[in-house]
């Protein structure tokens, strides 16, 4: 059998709504399926305020507009996440400073965070990882002890909660991916949520979304005419893409309970195996948090391990991979930290993660061929 990590899920709705785009003549950004994600996206995760971006990064970047980060300002963000979070930073000049994160739901550890605040420290970025979060409510007031800003990167949170509470809506801005490796998809796109009650605020981001102009004002039929107000960008993505993002949107809650389903199968058959050897540990998710099951994940005894296990899972036809290369460790990572600097979770997490197939469609078949040849590997690698 072969079994590839990620396979795209289709609702079957898409290619009626993108055919409705063109009858419609609904192409560019802002246009009417635009208007059904921002509000099925602002009632679902009860956000105030949703603007979709044309990526995960894009919702990034303007977010580091938006708070105006300006050069030598540092960023907290954690080394164990995707090139973007730093990328947005380093991009407006800022510098990202690393934390270690925590082993149990590879987020930032709180007391890292605290560690790393200096005078210069203008904002903080949680990354919610593979469906599980930060504990956004110490985040927050650590944050408003020092005045800092909070960007979340929720790219792989959307649908998924803290305490009852979104991720994405915790801090002053969160932002999402539907990027195609994402649980609800539209090739590239993401959105921000704008969190705090400040129109000013929500007015400009809409500025810098929209090519540095009032567009959106425009739009709603608030001005008669649109000009240039600000610097901004292009982040307004195709209706084209909207519509195929909205059929995914609409079925949400059945493809988070459909991952839920693989990652507590996988749970339940690598239970007994953690800690006898090979296998140290697996994704777990803490009582307050409301997984969107985004991926499952296991650690293992040591890098030389998680290679054997790699390996021997492709030769089965299984593709199970590493996730992020500290980006520490990465070349261009490396030109920001010190080099006595130690992550050391991080780094461990680095060289022992391993992923398994997880994807929304994913047969019954399917799964228990991943586990029975995932479990025969361990119970050889233990001997
Ligand atoms: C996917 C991802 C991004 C980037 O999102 P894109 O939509 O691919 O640009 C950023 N941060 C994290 C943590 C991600 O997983």
Known sequence: MKIPFNKLFITGREVDYISQTMELSSISGDGIFDNK???????????????TTTSGTHALELAMMLIDINPGDEV???????????????????IPVFADIEPESLT???????????????????????GGGCPMDDVMELASRYSLHVVEDAAQAVGAAYKGK??????????FSFHGTKNFVSGEGGAVSINVDDQKLIQRAEIIRQKGT???????????????????????????????????????????EKRKQISEFYREKLKKYIHSGALVSMTTIPSD???????????????????????????????AVIHFVPLHTAPMGATFVNKTEELPVTEMVGNTQIRLPLFTDMQYEEQTYVMDELTNILEELNG
């Open 289 to 319: 948090i409301t997984s969107n099951y985004h991926n499952f994940y296991i650690l293992s005894r040591d890098k030389k391990t998680r290679d054997i296990i790699i390996s021997r899972m492709k030769q089965k036809g299984i593709q």
């Open 214 to 256: 009032n567009r959106s004002q425009f739009l709603r039929g608030e001005v008669d005419r649109y000009n240039w107000m600000d610097v901004g960008s292009s982040f307004a993505p195709s209706d084209i893409l909207m519509a195929f993002l909205y059929a995914q949107l609409e079925d949400m809650d059945m493809i988070i």
């Open 166 to 175: 979104s991720l994405g809506t915790w801090g002053h801005i969160g932002c």
């Open 76 to 94: 907290i963000m954690p080394s164990f996440t995707f090139p973007s979070t730093a990328n947005s930073v380093i991009r407006r000049g800022g």
């Open 37 to 51: 994600v921002v509000k099925l996206l602002e009632d679902r995760l009860h956000s105030p305020k949703i603007l």
């Open 108 to 130: 930032m550890k709180l007391s890292e965070i605290k560690r790393k605040i200096t005078n210069r420290t203008k904002a903080i970025v949680p990354v919610h990882y593979g």
